[in-house]
């Protein structure tokens, strides 16, 4: 292709990412080997400071965390595919493609 035909984009701004470059990472809890679901810390890495956000890829048999509340925070997540169950106040609620739970 003639170079004066070639598009000549500018370089992207670090703020906008490929999840798919984020690499996924593991963690346990204190005092236990149980691996929690493998995340992506996509926040981090666009430049977000007072927001997490976290690309999470829950296998069978996976949680995200151990039970928790949050008290100075605001969680939410939002299912893009497949199905799993929220542990919210002792129940199980399911969730699929689409839902959120804020």
Do not use: C
């Not at 798919?20 to 236990?32: F, G, I, L, M, R």
């Not at 956000?53 to 969680?75: F, I, Y």
Request: a positive charge; hydrophobic letters at 35%.
């Amino acid at each position: 292709m003639p170079r004066a035909a070639r598009s000549t984009r500018p370089r992207r701004p670090p703020f906008i990412i490929s999840s798919a470059d984020v690499p996924e990472t593991q963690h346990t809890y204190p005092k236990s080997t149980e691996k929690m679901a493998p995340s992506r810390a996509i926040g981090r890495v666009a430049g977000l400071l007072k927001i997490g956000l976290h690309l999470v890829r829950v296998e069978p048999g996976q949680r995200t965390s151990w039970p928790h509340a949050e008290d100075k925070e605001e969680e939410f997540a939002n299912v893009l595919e497949g199905e799993l169950d929220a542990w919210t106040d002792g129940k199980l609620h399911r969730m699929k493609a689409g839902d959120l739970i804020a």
